[in-house]
């Protein structure tokens, strides 16, 4: 088997994927052995640049498989650091749940900052403060 790369690989069936790629010569008819291959989305808005990444197939739990060259249309080595770090960080994310249930736990960086009674009592005073004004 060759050396391992990233690559963009466009498909005959329109779809592109990225993923770690080696090349097995297979006795002349070689094979492309793909790792954790997603499809990636990079969307631009006024926020910034997004990446959105979902496995190319969600039933298998298999995390490699074989392309045939005929099934291929283009390749291509990526070597964009920012969109290594978001595969990387996506397999990561996916292997290690931060909860074994799979539920993620709530922080005060995603918006929760108190219990729904604080809250209700906090509101019911701003609204009373405006109502007197």
């Known amino acids: 088997m060759g050396d391992e790369f990233y690559a963009a690989i466009k498909l005959v069936s ?21 790792q954790n291959p997603v499809i990636m989305k990079i969307i631009e808005n006024h926020y910034g640049t997004m990446v959105k990444i979902k496995p190319w197939m969600e039933i298998p739990e298999d995390e490699i498989f074989l392309l045939k060259l005929d099934k291929i249309i283009t ?4 070597e964009d650091k920012k969109v290594i770090n978001f595969y990387k960080k ?9 909860d074994p249930d799979g539920k993620v736990k ?13 809250a209700r009592k906090f509101l019911e005073k701003i609204y009373k403060g405006l109502k007197e004004s």
């Not at 922080?107 to 604080?118: D, K």
């Open 14 to 34: 329109g779809e592109e994927i990225f993923s770690l790629v080696s090349i097995d010569e297979n006795d002349g008819d070689p094979i492309l052995v793909v």
């Open 75 to 78: 390749m291509t080595e990526v």
């Open 90 to 98: 996506y397999l990561k994310d996916e292997s290690e749940p931060d």
């Open 106 to 118: 709530i922080t005060n960086q995603m918006g929760y900052v108190s219990s729904v009674e604080e």
